[in-house]
């Protein structure tokens, strides 16, 4: 993807030589993907794009040009995730409502109505998909939808705002959100009047920071998320697998920083790889925590540190490293690939270390499968996006598959923290 940014860049600067001021940003400094519709026979138009693709700016020209070609004042719904980002994002943004267009036609921010009034008179309304009844009562000429695949209560919110979009010869809408395999964004596309537009983040290359794009390329880049969140690609769930994309999104959460202080326990889990040297499978490194809430125990994961082609000594001593770093409880260790001597390696490294020995007696997709019901029950958190990871999550179904080792170290991470507790009386070996 790196020849993409070149030649999108190149692209982007050419674009801009061409002419054109700030305010006549369809014809002169639109990418084509931005450009909406400019014919009759459409309802909906669907932008479908990557982190920092334009998506927020298109959307915000599309309401202005609507409101500057409405001939009496007209009503426009402002629909986001929360009521925080509809003015964060779609109103007070670099790229919103408030900030694009001439100074004297734009418009102003009631924050006790939550509503956008323009000079005209046209009125634009915030609202949330957390309180989708707030639709109700409503009418409007248009409608903006902000980050349609991450709103609450997607379907209720669409619905009540379908019901509202009743004024004018055809009320129109836009989408921009960046794409997920939910129902309502699949039933969208297929929808008659709908038309989608897609772009991705390397696009709109010229307008973003080079480190940004170079950071995000080095995580992402040949990853599932990395197809949905910067190629803007609607990636389908697997047959068979344990985990779905929307699993995995709904579980990721922020944390403050220094959260893991605040947990019971923590531990670090090791899925050691079966051979060695520079072209060594990779060696599964997951640091995992347990908030412990009764029976309602809540596990937290906090860093893949995963690692491949490094020496038995290198991937204990990172192991070791996140140990101290996240000031864990204990190492848990798989032995069935080297036995008591991978227990051995890693105290060898740091003999200080606490380590449990764990050995796998049943086929991965079992001891998978408990697992993944933690996440259905909402009892597990990321508290980052974990790409690697989380790919072998939604992609492992157990039929012959490469071992998953980040994911081994997964299983075996939570099953110390909560499954373990389930479990009755027995005899383990203490080491």
């Not at 985990?243 to 403050?256: L, N, Q």
């Amino acid at each position: 993807m790196t020849d993409l940014r070149a030649v999108s860049t190149a692209m982007n600067a050419a674009r801009r030589r061409a002419g054109g001021t700030e305010h006549e940003w369809y014809d002169h400094h639109a990418h084509q993907y931005q450009r909406w519709p400019k014919s009759d026979d459409w309802t909906v138009w669907l932008l479908l794009g990557g982190r920092g693709a334009g998506k927020t700016r298109a959307g915000a020209e599309w309401v202005r040009n609507f409101v500057d070609e409405s001939a009496s004042p007209a009503r426009i719904a402002l629909v986001s995730e929360t009521y925080a980002d509809g003015r964060e994002v779609m109103i007070e943004g670099d790229s919103g409502l408030a900030h694009i267009g001439p100074a004297a036609r734009r418009p102003h921010y009631e924050a006790s109505r939550r509503r956008l009034v323009w000079p005209s008179g046209s009125i634009g309304y915030v609202f949330s998909s957390e309180d989708p009844d707030g639709l109700r009562g409503h009418q409007f000429d248009a409608a903006w939808s902000d980050e349609l695949c991450k709103w609450k209560h997607a379907e209720e919110t669409w619905s009540n705002l379908q019901l509202a979009l009743r004024l004018g010869a055809r009320p129109r809408q836009v989408v921009t959100t960046t794409p997920r395999p939910t129902a309502l964004l699949k039933r969208l596309l297929k929808a008659k009047g709908a038309i989608p537009h897609h772009a991705t983040t390397y696009q709109n290359a010229a307008n973003l920071s080079s480190a940004f794009l170079e950071e995000i390329a080095s995580v992402y880049e040949g990853t599932s998320l990395g197809r949905q969140e910067l190629l803007g690609e609607l990636v389908e769930d697997v047959a068979g697998a344990l985990w779905t994309h929307e699993m995995i999104s709904a579980c990721r959460i922020c944390v403050p920083q220094g959260f893991h202080g605040s947990l019971a326990r923590i531990v670090v889990a090791v899925d050691p790889p079966a051979t060695t040297g520079e072209n060594a499978d990779e060696c599964g490194i997951i640091v995992a925590g347990l908030a412990d809430c009764g029976d309602e125990a809540r596990a937290f994961v906090l860093d893949d540190r995963s690692v491949g082609g490094m020496s038995p000594r290198g991937w204990a001593a990172r192991a070791v490293a996140a140990y101290h770093a996240f000031a864990a409880d204990r190492i848990v260790v798989e032995t069935n690939q080297g036995g008591d001597m991978v227990r051995e390696i890693v105290k060898g490294v740091d003999p200080s270390v606490p380590v449990r020995a764990v050995h796998a007696t049943r086929a991965k997709r079992l001891r998978a499968e408990p697992v993944a019901a933690l996440y259905e029950q909402g009892r597990v958190r990321h508290v980052a996006a974990f790409p690697a990871l989380e790919d072998q999550m939604t992609s492992y179904t157990g039929d012959g598959a490469k071992s998953p080792d980040r994911l081994d170290a997964l299983v075996w991470a939570l099953t110390d923290l909560v499954l373990r507790r389930r479990a009755g009386p027995q005899i383990r070996k203490i080491l």
